[in-house]
């Protein structure tokens, strides 16, 4: 087997991977870097485009090919499951949408026994990793390698929608990325010029000429060899034919909340007798590993509209040939536009501290209620979807064979606490208010999905368990804490190994409200610090 050999190793050119290889790469200039990523190039147009999501979202070349275990709390339904796999990991692929999160979400990390992680000791991270043009300097960054841009063009349908979410009481705000969310805007985004800015963009490429660093794209690590205690070596495979990396100093594992969990599965390191059961022989016991994975689900609730155009109509014939023109000489127009446009982070009940749900409105409605694949409607329409900003069900992911490239047991268990099934309820009867107040209520005709007869709370809660879909955001799988059972410790080292760390979505200890790109690029920002200062 050829091997080779470097100081760290970065296991997966994600969303995270590429800031912990930037980070290391420009600062450590006389140690070696390595990045194995099992996916490719991120040459197919549709990912620069910000309207390409549909194109990009279920495609196989660029996803591994992942479905949920049926949970009976979701029909029993397999949900397909898009992780990235290619440069720059779902950040390639996802919805662009900018979000932190509430302060109080970092706060409760610190509560769980997160020290160090609280909003004012994430805040600094979250700015250094970002440019945002006229943000209040106090909490938001001007220097950093993430462009966070604002929509080129608002749709007016997309401004009608804030207007009557502001007068219904949830006030317009600013800055939903300042800490305190409450309220609606359009959203913030992940684009530079009208295209994609991916973490592989912001941090990857800039580095790929260093001559300490090198990418090897289309290679699947698939072991991590463990010997008392340390990780002396990783096997990887590329082209049919086998690697092994010597390593001097630390191991990264990067490669999401999925892969990573599943990865230390198959190396021996998690729950001893889940492992015997598969053939592994554990090495490490850990049994938390997999385990704490929370997602955010989601329902859509969509009109038929009247008196306006949508983005239905324009998706098709010359209407779409006209906005791809727009695209390519102006770089405006429609294809311009995020798969969602304006937020809401509102309380479904006045007493709550702080926002409970989000919505994602869009001036366009879908062919069938399934997300992602479903083509634009004909007739004019609007959706809003909504999902629970920190749900409480959870679930795991476990390896079903001592193979990579056998996908794990992937089980959300979504809507399986109680709680969760009466928020979903609540979010879907906040978004039917904002369309029957004034002035959007005057450009509705009738809601189509799920429709007037779907009325009873019963009712509602059997629509979002029979429609609802996964919006992404897997987390928790290897839990950081400051407790011995937690997989990594605060600063993001396994537990019991002493040269492996995980920085990515994997390690947040609980659910943040709203998408997770944001809070994984901190992690990572603050993950490769800990490297730097060798803490
Ligand atoms: C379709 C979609 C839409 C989303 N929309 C949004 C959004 O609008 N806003 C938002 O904030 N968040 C969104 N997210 C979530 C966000 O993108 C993720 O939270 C974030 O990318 C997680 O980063 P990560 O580094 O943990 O994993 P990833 O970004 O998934 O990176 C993991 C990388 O590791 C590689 N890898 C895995 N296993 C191996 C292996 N064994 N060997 C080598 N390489 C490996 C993968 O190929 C991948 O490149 C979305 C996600 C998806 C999938």
């Known amino acids: 087997m050829e091997e080779l050999h470097c100081d760290y190793l970065i296991i997966g050119a994600g969303a995270a991977g590429c800031v912990v ?8 200039k006389n140690l070696s870097i390595i990045c194995l990523e ?6 197919n147009p549709f990912i620069k485009i910000p309207a390409g999501f549909s194109k990009t ?35 390639s692929i996802n919805g662009h949408l900018y979000v ?19 909003w004012e000791n994430v805040l600094p991270y979250f700015k250094k990793a970002e440019t945002r043009i006229n943000g209040d300097e ?30 219904f009481g949830i006030k317009k705000n600013i800055d939903y990325n300042s800490g305190s969310q409450e309220g609606t805007s359009t959203y913030q985004n992940m684009i530079k010029n009208s295209s994609r800015w991916s973490a592989a963009d912001a941090y990857l490429k800039p580095i790929l000429k260093n001559q300490n660093f090198k990418l090897i794209k289309n290679s699947l690590a698939f072991k991590l060899l463990l010997n008392k205690n340390k990780i002396e070596s990783v096997l990887f495979e590329k082209k049919n034919k086998r690697y092994k990396v010597l390593i001097k100093k630390e191991v990264i594992l990067s490669a999401g909340s999925i892969n990573t969990p599943h990865l230390l599965q198959i190396s021996g390191i998690g729950n001893k007798e889940e492992l015997e059961k598969i053939g592994v022989r554990c090495l490490h016991h850990l049994p938390e590993v997999g385990q704490n994975l929370k997602d955010h689900y989601a329902v859509r609730i969509a009109m038929r ?13 010359l209407y779409l040939l006209n906005e791809i023109f727009k695209y390519i000489f102006l770089k405006k127009g429609m294809l311009t536009t995020p798969v969602s446009s304006a937020g809401v982070f509102a309380k479904t009940k006045s007493e709550l501290e702080n926002p409970n749900v989000q919505m994602l409105f869009a001036p366009a409605s879908y062919q069938s209620v399934n997300v992602g694949t479903a083509k634009l409607e004909k007739l004019p329409g609007m959706t809003c979807g909504v999902t629970q900003l920190r749900p409480a069900s959870k679930g795991w992911v476990k390896a079903v064979s001592n193979k990579a490239i056998d996908p794990p047991e992937i089980q959300p268990n979504y809507l399986d606490n109680e709680f969760d099934k009466q928020t979903i309820v609540e979010g879907i009867k906040l978004v039917r208010k904002f369309f029957s107040s004034s002035p959007l209520k005057d450009y509705c005709i009738e809601e189509t999905i799920p429709g007037k007869n779907i009325s009873s709370d019963e009712q509602l809660l059997n629509y979002a368990q029979k429609n609802g879909s996964t919006i992404y955001h897997p987390i928790g799988t290897c839990r950081m804490g400051s407790d011995q059972s937690a997989v990594v410790d605060l600063r993001l080292k396994v537990n ?35 490297i730097l200062k060798n803490e």
Not at 305 to 317: D, P
Not at 513 to 524: F, K, L, Q, R, V
């Open 100 to 118: 932190r999160g509430q302060a109080a979400d970092y706060n409760g990390w610190s509560q769980l026994g997160c020290t160090g992680w609280d």
């Open 57 to 91: 979202v279920y495609n196989k070349k660029l996803n591994w090919p992942y479905f949920t275990s049926p949970s009976k709390n979701s029909y029993n339904r397999s949900i397909q499951f898009p992780r990235g796999r290619v440069i720059g990991g779902s950040s």
């Open 138 to 167: 106090s909490v938001r960054g001007k220097s950093g390698p993430l462009i966070i841009s604002d929509l080129t063009e608002v749709h007016p349908l997309t401004e009608i929608f804030i207007d009557t979410v502001d007068k």
């Open 305 to 317: 509209a009247k008196g306006i155009s949508t983005y239905n109509e324009k998706s098709r014939g």
């Open 38 to 43: 099992a996916g490719g190039n991120d040459n």
């Open 496 to 530: 019991g190994v002493k040269n492996l760390r995980v920085i990515d979505a994997s390690i947040m200890p609980e659910m943040v409200s709203g998408n997770t790109y944001a809070a994984t690029n901190m992690i990572a920002e603050k993950g490769s610090d800990f």
């Open 21 to 28: 290889a930037n980070r290391l790469a420009s600062k450590f």
